[in-house]
Structures are given as structure tokens and as C-alpha cells.
């Protein structure tokens, strides 16, 4: 019968081998853990949520992914996004958690607020629509931008409203990921307010001698957004122009040539200096 020889040497090798090999599938094994705990940990919970089955969605491709949601609302997530979420939701309360950019057009319930949980950042909704993402100079910062609506941004690991920063439409908030705190500014193109009730006033944005003051303010109201005029001197000054189909900066920038005044974003308003009226 052949006799099987073992070389000492190799025999000792293929020990270290399987060692190796051991301690690696422990650390991969650790690593998907944590990952899962620390999901879990961010998410307020979500994962015990009874009989509930846990929905993820990716988006793997280059457009835009559309998610309809149980309770109506529904979800765009962009190039690399990922939603994990419960189907159905808790009976009080819908959590959703966010990796990547995506956007979100709440069905407006009082009695059950909507949560979206990023890394370090949550932000809770009654009904409105929203777009979280990355920052646009660090990839690490979150940026949420209020397209219709209020919503209410605070971190993960402060359970006191105190700490809680509210923004309307056309605001937005970017959480700093190096500071850890957040930035007040306006969203890129902000829209016109759209009111609900029937009675709701419709600005016009055809001026002809309108004293500045009054300009403004039919801005501000229009979009939501705090307009100051730091000049006092031009609060009288008339002004005419038929602004109907510019957008908000484009607004801005015929006003301010008016008057030779500049305007400047400052967190979430608007600051207009300088200037004269002739």
C-alpha cells in the first residue's frame, strides 16, 4: 500500500495557512455584524418592528429609481442610493433609512410623522416633499433641501427637540460632517409657495412706482424666504418692472441694478446694502 509522507515544514505551513484563513472569516464575519448593529443602532429602533419584513431598495443604475411606499408616499433615489424601511410601517410611526441621495414626496399624516434616518442626522416630516443628499464641497457633509412643506433636522444621538432646527420651503440645512453642526442657506431654485386655502392672496410681480419696501415684502411673502434691506434710504425709492416670469435671483438682481444696491445669501435670508435713489 503507498505510504502517505508529510513534510514537516509543509505540515507546519499548511497550519499557519488555515490560522490565516480562520482569523479572516472571524473578522469578516465581525465586520458584517457591526455593519448590521450599526444600522440598527442609527435607526432608531426600526428593526424590531414586530412582523413587519424589512424592504431595501437599491439603486444600481445610472437614473433615478422610483419607490411607491405603503402609506402613499413615495421615494426617488439617485445613482448609488439605498432605502431599508419596514413594510408595513409601525402603527405610529414611518422610519425610513437613507444611504446615498434621494428624494421624497410625503403623504401628509398628522397622527403618524415620517422619519428619514441618515449616518448622523434625522429628520422628521408630517407631509411634504424634500431632497437629502451629500454636500456639494465634502462628499461627507448631508445636505436636506425643503422643496414644499417644514420639516425638522436634528441629530441622531440628541433625543431633546431643544436641539432641533425647523426649516420651511426654500430652505436648507447641510449638516458639516468635520464640525458636527449644521448650515442654514436657500435652496438652489427656490419656487413659489403654492397655499392651499382658497382665500390665500396671489402676489403679482408687476410694480409701477411701488416704494422698495413694499417689493420686497411681496417677495419674501411670495417665496418664504427673510428679505432685509440694510439702506434704510431706499425703503421709498419707486420701482418698475414686471418681474412675472423671472426666477427668485434673477428678481433679486433687477431690483438691486435699480437701485445700484447687492444683495448677498446670509444662512437662511437675504441682505441687501449699498445703493441710492436718484
Given at each position: 500500500q503507498p505510504i502517505l509522507k508529510v513534510n514537516p515544514k509543509?505540515?507546519?505551513?499548511?497550519?499557519?495557512?488555515?490560522?490565516?484563513?480562520?482569523?479572516?472569516?472571524?473578522?469578516?464575519?465581525?465586520?458584517?455584524?457591526?455593519?448590521?448593529?450599526g444600522v440598527e443602532s442609527r435607526f432608531g429602533g426600526i428593526y424590531q418592528s414586530g412582523n413587519a419584513q424589512m424592504i431595501q431598495v437599491t439603486n444600481d443604475g445610472a437614473n433615478p429609481k422610483r419607490v411607491k411606499l405603503d402609506d402613499g408616499s413615495s421615494v426617488v433615489i439617485y445613482e448609488g442610493g439605498r432605502i431599508t424601511y419596514p413594510s408595513p410601517f409601525k402603527t405610529h410611526i414611518r422610519e425610513v433609512y437613507l444611504e446615498g441621495e434621494a428624494y421624497f414626496d410625503i403623504a401628509?399624516?398628522?397622527?403618524?410623522?415620517?422619519?428619514?434616518?441618515?449616518?448622523?442626522?434625522?429628520?422628521?416630516?408630517?407631509?411634504?416633499?424634500?431632497k437629502i443628499g451629500p454636500g456639494l464641497k465634502?462628499?461627507?457633509?448631508?445636505?436636506?433641501?425643503v422643496l414644499s412643506g417644514k420639516v425638522m433636522v436634528q441629530y441622531n444621538d440628541v433625543k431633546s427637540s431643544e436641539t432641533a432646527i425647523t426649516l420651511t420651503q426654500n430652505q436648507k440645512a447641510v449638516y458639516k460632517y468635520q464640525n458636527k453642526n449644521f448650515e442654514l442657506g436657500i435652496i438652489q431654485t427656490p419656487q413659489l409657495i403654492v397655499h392651499d386655502r382658497a382665500d390665500a392672496k396671489v402676489e403679482s410681480f408687476i410694480f409701477k412706482g411701488t416704494p422698495l419696501l413694499d417689493v420686497l415684502q411681496c417677495i419674501e411673502n411670495a417665496y418664504g424666504i427673510h428679505i432685509?434691506?440694510?439702506?434704510?434710504?431706499?425703503?421709498?425709492?419707486?420701482?418698475?418692472?414686471?418681474?412675472?416670469?423671472?426666477?427668485?435671483?434673477?428678481?433679486?438682481?433687477?431690483?438691486?441694478?435699480?437701485?445700484?444696491?447687492?444683495?448677498?445669501?446670509?444662512?437662511?435670508?437675504?441682505?441687501?446694502?449699498?445703493?441710492?435713489?436718484?
Open positions: 509543509n505540515n507546519v505551513f499548511v497550519r499557519w495557512y488555515m490560522h490565516i484563513a480562520a482569523v479572516c472569516a472571524c473578522v469578516a464575519c465581525f465586520i458584517l455584524y457591526r455593519q448590521h448593529v401628509r399624516n398628522e397622527q403618524k410623522p415620517f422619519f428619514v434616518y441618515t449616518e448622523d442626522i434625522s429628520t422628521k416630516v408630517l407631509g411634504t416633499s424634500f465634502d462628499r461627507k457633509d448631508i445636505e436636506v433641501a432685509e434691506l440694510k439702506n434704510t434710504h431706499l425703503l421709498d425709492c419707486p420701482f418698475t418692472a414686471d418681474l412675472s416670469e423671472e426666477q427668485l435671483y434673477t428678481k433679486l438682481d433687477i431690483i438691486g441694478a435699480s437701485v445700484g444696491a447687492e444683495y448677498m445669501v446670509d444662512g437662511n435670508q437675504i441682505l441687501f446694502s449699498g445703493g441710492r435713489c436718484e
